[in-house]
């Protein structure tokens, strides 16, 4: 197995996959009071919600012998709820297509597969990845890994990216769903004042913390996940910090979001 050692995705990749959401998404929440994150601050890893069930592949090119292309797939089906299944399979495909002067020729995973197989150089892999991040009775949230190495590149791609699904409504949500309306202003501020938190506490940055500023400032991000105890932001290798810090995760409170989100993803008071 290969590691994936290159920054964020680029912008092809991130493109892709806000259109595969953007094919279900900008639901209308729900009106009065009615809130869809519970009011006990559980876990992260909640697992209430939506059943989900692993499928996975882990394919050489038929008929290759010797070093030869591969294709890992670690996803999930969601049983009973197609449309979600179908958009997990339709962005992951998608995040592995890095032309943005011309469409993807692929659609969903078994597309890419046979593609893969007539155009991949014997060292070439391929690896997705879907999992839950949290789920409670209204929301799932997963998360999208897509990792990938073609002959001639001097590192791997990588990038990730979460879908945030309505459970009731069978559709994902975007951050502008998630916002009140002219709040986006207000939400980044929030994630700026947890990243300087995180910059000013990190062991790592002591020795320098202003030359770490400096070549690594704050950048907004639309990738966020909804927990119980607040909207996580995740960012990509090299987006906001060197790749040895991995891909970094600001938590942003419930209570630091208080008239920035519409109602229904806040917590009930």
Same mark, same amino acid.
């Given at each position: 197995?290969? %590691?994936?050692?290159?920054?964020?995705?680029?912008?092809? /990749?991130? !493109? +892709?996959? $806000? +259109? !595969?959401?953007?094919?279900? &998404?900008?639901?209308?929440?729900?009106? #009065?009071?009615?809130?869809?994150?519970? &009011?006990?601050?559980? $876990?992260?890893?909640?697992?209430?919600?939506?059943?989900?069930?692993?499928?996975?592949w882990n394919l050489k090119k038929p008929g290759c012998k010797g070093e030869c292309p591969i294709l890992v797939v670690n996803s999930l089906v969601f049983p009973g709820h197609q449309r979600l299944t179908e958009l997990v399979d339709? &962005?992951? !495909?998608?995040?592995?297509?890095? =032309?943005?002067?011309?469409?993807?020729?692929? =659609?969903?995973v078994a597309g890419l597969r046979d593609y893969f197989w007539k155009t991949a150089a014997p060292? @070439?892999?391929?690896?997705?990845?879907?999992?839950?991040?949290?789920?409670?009775? %209204?929301?799932? /949230?997963v998360?999208?890994? +897509?990792?990938?190495?073609?002959?001639?590149? &001097?590192?791997?791609?990588?990038?990730?990216?979460?879908?945030?699904?309505?459970? =009731?409504?069978?559709?994902?949500?975007?951050? =502008?769903?998630?916002?009140?309306? #002219? +709040?986006?202003?207000?939400? @980044? $501020?929030? /994630?700026?004042? /947890? %990243?300087?938190?995180w910059v000013n506490t990190n062991e790592a940055v002591r020795e320098d913390p202003e030359?770490?500023?400096r070549m690594w400032p704050f950048v907004p991000s639309d990738n966020v996940g909804l927990t119980d105890t607040g909207i996580v932001v995740k960012y990509q290798p090299y987006e906001i910090a060197p790749y040895s810090f991995g891909q970094p995760e600001l938590l942003v409170p419930y209570s630091d979001l208080q008239g920035i989100l519409r109602p229904e993803y806040l917590p009930p008071a």
């Amino acid at each position: 197995m290969i %590691h994936f050692a290159l920054p964020f995705p680029s912008r092809p /990749v991130m !493109a +892709a996959l $806000a +259109a !595969a959401l953007l094919l279900s &998404a900008c639901a209308s929440g729900p009106k #009065g009071d009615l809130s869809l994150v519970p &009011a006990e601050l559980n $876990a992260q890893t909640q697992k209430e919600g939506l059943f989900s069930q692993p499928i996975k592949w882990n394919l050489k090119k038929p008929g290759c012998k010797g070093e030869c292309p591969i294709l890992v797939v670690n996803s999930l089906v969601f049983p009973g709820h197609q449309r979600l299944t179908e958009l997990v399979d339709h &962005a992951l !495909a998608l995040m592995t297509w890095l =032309d943005n002067e011309r469409p993807a020729p692929y =659609d969903t995973v078994a597309g890419l597969r046979d593609y893969f197989w007539k155009t991949a150089a014997p060292r @070439d892999e391929i690896d997705l990845n879907a999992k839950t991040r949290y789920r409670n009775t %209204h929301l799932t /949230v997963v998360e999208l890994e +897509a990792g990938q190495y073609r002959t001639g590149m &001097a590192h791997g791609l990588s990038g990730s990216q979460f879908l945030i699904w309505r459970n =009731d409504l069978q559709k994902a949500l975007t951050l =502008d769903s998630l916002l009140q309306p #002219g +709040a986006r202003p207000a939400f @980044d $501020a929030a /994630v700026r004042k /947890v %990243h300087a938190h995180w910059v000013n506490t990190n062991e790592a940055v002591r020795e320098d913390p202003e030359n770490f500023r400096r070549m690594w400032p704050f950048v907004p991000s639309d990738n966020v996940g909804l927990t119980d105890t607040g909207i996580v932001v995740k960012y990509q290798p090299y987006e906001i910090a060197p790749y040895s810090f991995g891909q970094p995760e600001l938590l942003v409170p419930y209570s630091d979001l208080q008239g920035i989100l519409r109602p229904e993803y806040l917590p009930p008071a």
